[in-house]
């Protein structure tokens, strides 16, 4: 397990990079696995990254297990590396975008 202090940082970085609420994510993932024919029952719409962060969205800080921060890690690093500031995807760029929104964070929120 991770340090208090390692983990109070984590915790506020995912939260930070996570910019989407566990209802907005939800809706998301349900929306972004819909097709014309079907929709999957919602707990199991998405990928798995984003139903493991809709699942740390709504643990608390002391329930997190090795997993989740393991998941928060990589979704950290991944929205770091896709979302900088100076190169926040244009609405255009919608296929980058449902990348960042299934791991929870919307470039275009404010």
């Given at each position: ?25 939800a809706a998301w ?36 297990t090795d997993d ?41 929120k404010p």
């Open positions: 397990m991770t340090d208090p202090l390692e983990l109070d940082a984590l915790w506020e970085d995912f939260h930070r990079a996570v910019n989407m609420t566990s209802q907005e994510l993932l349900r929306v972004s696995d819909a097709s014309e024919e079907s929709e999957p029952l919602p707990e199991h719409a998405g990928t798995p990254t984003g139903q493991h962060v809709l699942a740390i969205l709504q643990k608390r800080r002391t329930d997190l989740d921060i393991q998941v928060m890690y990589e979704v950290v690093d991944k929205v770091a590396e896709q979302a900088d500031v100076e190169n926040e995807p244009e609405a255009e760029d919608s296929s980058r975008r449902h990348q960042l929104m299934s791991l929870g964070h919307d470039p275009l």
